[in-house]
């Protein structure tokens, strides 16, 4: 009994010290073959990430994006899969999966007190969109959650958000430094766009937007692929690591550049939850190549250190910030008309008031209970990942990593109506699924280490 378990501590023992090459080498691939989860959200990452914001199917309107209309799809065939698997597959519904379905019943259940009480006619259609626009959500959100069968394909996802959030801060560093933006020329064949949005001046610089609506989603986008990027940079090897690294440069460099408050609060907060995973040596390499960036942004753009500081030194005095502020006292006023449930997602139209705060914007227009539920959905998304902590390093850092970039996105949210701007929606679902997914993963660990051969350990380690 002894002997036969020596074989299987050695390969445990050795697959919690491999890094991510070799864990994806410990893959069977059987899931590699055919159209996949990952496969769709890899389209769904392209379609959100790539093509502008502003583009969208003639006559759809806000329904019309692309990452909008794949995700629906992603829904349809999550619910296909429900009603077809077999009883012994392996279970549909994760905490992170319950979690979306109760956030999605919340907005249900707002939309039918709203559409009970004496709405506006323009109010109407606002409101059936959004709601259609929070079954893309939540298809995101479980084919995520569900759908990622090992660690080597959420790693091989992950990597190309990476790089697709590289390819976007990379857009943006070439609108910095000439001043112009770009997103316009990208062609999109049967996609029309609006014009609105895109890059903007503060002080002597150009705020880059890329292919983003909004400076503000621009900065979202890129300190949400933050952290996963850097401990993806940190835990890989050979070429896959050098990649990374030049992946983790641009977003690093297109952050500090960016011209943005939100940006630099979003790299701090992606960054802290990373050093308390990190070891001593990962730290002071995290912290070399930190400062590194600072310098060379202070030598390549002359003053632009001093302007970020005085983002944060005049922020009370900012029109920004101000109108913000104002902000509460309308909030004040409408918020007592329908506390618990509220009017409905989409009901309170851009013409009434912008807020600039999506959590003012929930509390009004899904009352408390859907803003709890809102709440609720990343704090399980966040618990289910520290779930893994006892899993291998290599998983247990990207856990942390899906971690942190959770809390970007919703502490960004605190900042603009993030639910309004299309990437920052599309990631808003992604997340909290992509940790249900890390989480799932997790569970089916040691079943999976234990059916690999020892021979496949002994050759990887060669």
Sequence with gaps: MSTAASPVARASAELRRTSYDIVDRADDGSTRQGFDAVSALSVYLFLLLLIPSDRAVPGLGNLGAPAILWGFGCFLWWVWHVLSRRRSEVRVFTPVGVAAWAFFAAILLSYIFGMMRAIPVEEISPADRNLFRMLSFLGVALVAANGIRTFGRLVALLRRFSVLAALVALLGILEFVTETPLAASIPTPWLVGDGTGGAGMRGDFLRPAATASHPLEYAMTLAVAFPVALMLALRSRGRTRAVMLVSVGFIAMALIIAGSRSAILGLVIGVVPLLFTLGARERLKAF???????????????GMIGTLRHLFQSAGSDTSVLSRTASLDVFSVLLPISPWTGRGLGTLLPQYRIFDNQYLLLLLELGVVGTVAFLALYVVAILSVVRCRTAPPAISGLAVALAASCLVAVALSAFFDSFSFPKAF??????????????????????????????ETRDVRT
Excluded: K, N, Q, T
């Excluded at 070399?288 to 002359?302: F, K, S």
């Design 426 to 455: 599309g990631l808003l679902a992604l997340m909290p699924g992509l940790c249900g997914g890390a989480w799932s993963i997790s569970e089916r660990l040691p079943a999976a280490f234990a059916d690999h051969r020892i021979e």
């Design 288 to 302: 070399i190549a930190g400062g590194a960036a600072l310098v060379v942004v202070y030598v390549a753009v002359p």
